[in-house]
Each structure stands twice: as structure tokens, then as C-alpha cells.
């Protein structure tokens, strides 16, 4: 089955320091997205992607973060100014039209 | 906006036995899609099952099935014969099939114990 791959899996930074989150979608998906889950709670939509561009955004998804497909097949979430509270487990999914698949999650620890 | 509401935070269920866990939604379209993920605690979200919500009949794979009451705007998953291996965080979602919006929406989960 095809997989949607994230690294790094683990990610341990200091507070206000910019971090990347990085993702392989699966290669002729259209929407990207991206998800968090705090403590293994709800998990929470931050922002979709399509055609190369943000789609839709959620309100967690503000001026701190941004998006990019910085060459046609990676698809990164890059948080400019870390905070402890950004301290959560970030899924990438990509999608065709009636299934998501995640990746594995990148673990991100503020400290 | 739509929500999606799992009202049992945990469930157990003997192995071998049937298990229903409860999703409710609520929307204001008509046309949409319904999932039930699994978490394992390797974390990485499966997909179970789908239901299109213009389809009548239930979905089924395998030992999962839906019970989809789309007036009621209810979408529970039913596990057969359960096994260990089914032990999970267990996820409903929906999706806007019109709206142009291609999120999926999420609730809190249902953390489902399998008892040996």
C-alpha cells in the first residue's frame, strides 16, 4: 500500500527557534494536509493544500506558519518562531478524492 | 461549521466479541463522506471504513460495518469477533463532499481495549 513518509520522526527545539517538518506525500495525490494532536488528543486540522496553493487554513494555522511544496513532491510545514505550546504530534496526509493516508507523524517537542 | 461528536471517550470489549462505537455529526449538507480511522499505538492513522452519504446501504469490510443513520446524523462502527490486534484509538471523521472544502474534520476519539 502506498505510504505517506515524514521526517524527522522526533524533533526536540528551543523555544522561539524556526523549525521544519517535512513530508512525501503519495506522488499523484492533489490535497495535502496538515494535522496536529496534542497528548494524544483530538486531532486538529491546521491547513489544506491544493493546486499549489493553501486551500483552506484553520485559526491555529496563523502568521507563525507556513507551507511550501518547495519541489513539486515534498510538501513541508515550517513554524517560524516555536512556542511551548506548538509542543504536539504533526501529521501530513495526502489525499485523492475519497481517502486520506497519513504519515507516521513527527513528534515535536518545545522545551 | 461541521462537528463531529464521539461521546465515549473508552470502550472495552472481550476478545471474540462484538463492539459498537457511537459517532454523531452535525452538517448541514446533504451530500458528504464518513470514515472511522484506527490508531494504533504506533500512531499512523488507517483508514477502517468509508460511507458516502448518498448511499443507503451500510458500508462493510471484513469485520467492520457501519450502522449510517443519516437523519439522525449518526454513523456508528460496529467490530466483530474482535481481536487484539484491534486494540486502538478509534477516529470518526467527515468530509464535505460539495462545499469545496477538502478538510476532513475529526472528533475526539474512542480508545478501544481488547481483553484477552
Known amino acids: 500500500e502506498p505510504e505517506v513518509t515524514q521526517t524527522p520522526s522526533h524533533q526536540v527545539t528551543q523555544m522561539g527557534q524556526e523549525v521544519i517538518l517535512r513530508c512525501v506525500p503519495i506522488?499523484?495525490?492533489?490535497?495535502f494536509y496538515w494535522y496536529r494532536q496534542i497528548l494524544g488528543q483530538k486531532v486538529e486540522f491546521l491547513v489544506s493544500?491544493?493546486?499549489?496553493?493553501?486551500?483552506?487554513k484553520s485559526e491555529i494555522f496563523d502568521d507563525q506558519f507556513s507551507v511550501e511544496r518547495p519541489d513539486g513532491s515534498n510538501f513541508t510545514l515550517k513554524i517560524r518562531s516555536t512556542k511551548l505550546e506548538d509542543s504536539a504530534m504533526y501529521f501530513c496526509?495526502?489525499?485523492?478524492?475519497?481517502?486520506?493516508?497519513f504519515g507516521q507523524g513527527t513528534r515535536l517537542t518545545v522545551v | 461549521a461541521q462537528t463531529v461528536t464521539q461521546s465515549q471517550p473508552e470502550m472495552s470489549v472481550q476478545e471474540a466479541e462484538t463492539v459498537t462505537l457511537s459517532c454523531t455529526y452535525d452538517?448541514?449538507?446533504?451530500?458528504?463522506?464518513l470514515f472511522w480511522y484506527k490508531q494504533p499505538p504506533s500512531r499512523q492513522m488507517i483508514l477502517v471504513i468509508r460511507?458516502?452519504?448518498?448511499?443507503?446501504q451500510n458500508a462493510t469490510e471484513n469485520r467492520f460495518s457501519v450502522n449510517f443513520q443519516k437523519a439522525a446524523k449518526s454513523f456508528s462502527l460496529k467490530i466483530s469477533d474482535s481481536q487484539l490486534g484491534d486494540a486502538a484509538m478509534y477516529f470518526c471523521?467527515?468530509?464535505?463532499?460539495?462545499?469545496?472544502?477538502?478538510?476532513?474534520?475529526f472528533g475526539t476519539g474512542t480508545r478501544l481495549k481488547v481483553l484477552a
Open positions: 496526509a495526502s489525499s485523492e478524492a475519497l481517502r486520506a493516508f
Open positions: 506522488s499523484n495525490h492533489l490535497y
Open positions: 493544500f491544493y493546486n499549489n496553493e493553501i486551500s483552506e
Open positions: 452538517t448541514s449538507e446533504s451530500d458528504y463522506y
Open positions: 460511507q458516502e452519504a448518498y448511499k443507503q
Open positions: 471523521a467527515y468530509r464535505s463532499a460539495t462545499s469545496g472544502t477538502y478538510k476532513y474534520i
